[in-house]
Structures are given as structure tokens and as C-alpha cells.
């Protein structure tokens, strides 16, 4: 079983390496997120430890990327603190897993084994609704087949809502799955991404529902 360590710090890196060499892991350490991207790139690995905040190409970033190419290797991100993880965020770039940091190497090895378990994930399917197509794993949005840019808050207000197209969704559905648990700010955010996503993909795909919430057309 071949891993990836991508961890800047290196003290942690080499302890982590140190840990799963003697548990029979072949270990590759890349102390930034180009390195760890190219590594990936290169070789075919089991697993990949993949720290968020990193020099250069950031953990999200190099998920994404990887994702984006098609490379489905099961991957375990490290975040330094709780509220650094934006899950919504980190799922949407297609990690499997994660843990806060600091943990114990115990809690770490059982979780790698898990997704080891597990093997290589299923590239997510599209979901689509009314003609507009979004593709999570490469974080995509297309209208008939036609690119739409989207900010990475659009996007995750336009994922939500697809994937209760044709339900009433209320905004605090919306900011409950979207911003994180932290957030305690004016509900009437979700008024701004709704009119910007109707901007882009035309008046009539998101539908006010009064006093209750939006729902995405299902309907053309
Ligand atoms: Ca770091």
C-alpha cells in the first residue's frame, strides 16, 4: 500500500511517515500543494494525507485539481483547527474524509484504513434540473450545454438547491448546508446568491416561494 503525505510542517510529516512506515505503508512526502499535485499526477497511490493549508496550491485546490482530472484516489484532509473546514466546501471538491488536527496517529491509521476499505471512490454523478447540468467533482455548471461561471458561494447555493429541485427550501435550509454552523449572520444572504444565480441562468429557474423559501424549477 503506497500513501501520499502532503503536509508542510515537517515535523509532522516525517512523524507521520515515521508511524505508517513501520505500520508496512510505502510513504511519499510533498511539503506543498504543486509537489503533492505532480506527485499524485505521476504515481498511482492507495491514499492520500492531504493537509488544507499548504504553501503554493492550497489542500482544496489540489483535490479539486485531482478530481477535476479524473483521479478518484481516496483522500483524508487535515485541518489545523475546527471551523477552518468548510465542509461543504471540502465535500464539494470531492474529499473522503477528514480530521482536525491535532490527532492521534491511533485515530489517523483507522481512518486511512477505512477509505483503504472502501477503495477508490465512484466519481459523483451530475445532477441536473430544467436544463442546467452541475458537475460537483469538477465544480461545473453548464445551461444547454453551455459553460456558466459561477463564484464558489453560487455554486454552492445552485448545488443545494438542485439537489432539492422542485422542493421549497428555506433560506435557513439553505444557510444551514452552505455557509457553516458558525454562521449568525442576516439570513437575507441568500437573497443575494438567488439573485445573482437568476442573473446567470435566467429569471425563471429559481422560483420565490412567499413567506416559505425558493425551489428550482424542474419544469423548462
Ligand atoms: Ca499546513
Known sequence: MR????????????????????EGFAVDIAGDGTTGLWLARESAYDAIVLDIMLPGVNGYKVCQELRGEGNWTPILMLTAK???????EGLDTGADDYLTKPFSFVVLLARLRALLRRGTAERPTTIA???????????????HGEPVDLTAKEFAVLNFLLRRAGDVVSKTEIVENVWDLAFDGDLNIVEVYVRSLRKKLGPSTIETIRGAGYRFRTES
Open 3 to 22: 500513501l501520499l503525505v502532503v503536509e508542510d510542517e515537517d515535523v509532522l510529516a516525517r512523524s507521520l511517515r515515521a508511524g505508517l512506515e513501520k
Open 82 to 88: 475546527a471551523g477552518e473546514w468548510d465542509e461543504a
Open 129 to 143: 434540473a430544467s436544463g442546467v447540468e452541475l458537475d460537483p467533482a469538477a465544480q461545473a455548471v453548464t445551461q
